[in-house]
């Protein structure tokens, strides 16, 4: 006989998607999300659309999902401040317990969450990770660089801390200011969260192909801006993980 599945925590949970050129994606992306919450039994809930300064119509879509479902809310910016500025926005925006986040160009199964919910009463974060990348081999490249750069200077052990399919407690961003506006924001949270004594969990999740939109992660100009933050963060906590590491 097949065991009971794990029963989902009673939990209120704020999801969010920063998009960028996904004007073809983020109806999918919202449904999903939908789906995976009535499925879990969630009640309490909140969708943001954080809607980077698109140039195409990704805005528009985003303002005709929130007039179509009541539960989901649009923060636009009024130009592209860049992904770190978008997910810190998302963050910051969450009302909930709980926050998740995952990119709006969906490349990722929201059916994966329900794994991720289960966890909640034994870890305080659930990290994903992607069991393989949907990349070039220069991405792919770069990402596996950049995982033993912050593993050396920041011990951080995650095994891809740039996946964006993440839960957080709400609270963890009352606790610190977020500094990075790019895509350091992901370890300068793993960073913090150690800091501050947080557990965390990882699971492997699927990564599925670009169907629609463009990617951005890889310009010479973010990994350039990136390579400064690990610089700067250093600096200023590089003391502070190696007395957690002695």
């Keep these: ?91 910051l925006a969450a009302t909930k317990e709980y926050v998740f986040y995952t990119d709006g160009d969906n490349q990722f199964d929201l059916q994966e969450l329900k794994r991720f919910v289960v966890l909640l009463p034994y870890t305080d974060i659930v990290s994903g990770f992607r069991t393989v990348k949907q990349y070039s081999r220069y991405r792919r490249f770069t990402s596996f660089i950049y995982n033993m750069v912050l593993r050396f200077l920041f011990d951080i052990h995650d095994r891809d801390v740039d996946c964006a399919f993440k839960l957080y407690p709400t609270e963890l961003f009352r606790k610190f200011e977020i500094e990075s506006r790019d895509a350091f924001i992901d370890a300068e949270i793993a960073i913090q969260a150690r800091l501050l004594g947080y557990t965390a969990t990882e699971l492997g999740v699927r990564h599925l192909p670009r169907m629609d939109g463009i990617s951005t992660g890889a310009r010479p100009s973010v990994i350039a801006r990136t390579i400064a933050e690990i610089y700067r963060f250093h600096r200023k906590y590089g003391r502070r993980i190696r007395e957690l590491r002695s």
Excluded: Q, W
């Design 1 to 91: 006989m097949r065991p009971p599945a794990p029963k989902c925590p009673d939990i209120s949970l704020s999801i969010f998607f920063p998009a960028y050129y996904d004007e073809a994606n983020i109806p999918k992306v919202v449904e999903g999300a939908l789906r995976v919450v009535d499925e879990l039994g969630i009640r309490d809930y909140e969708i943001i659309i954080v809607e980077d300064g698109s140039p195409d119509r990704t805005g528009e879509v985003a303002d005709e999902l929130a007039a179509r479902h009541e539960r989901v809310r649009v923060i636009h910016h009024e130009r592209n401040l860049g992904y770190g500025a978008a997910l810190r926005t998302g963050f």
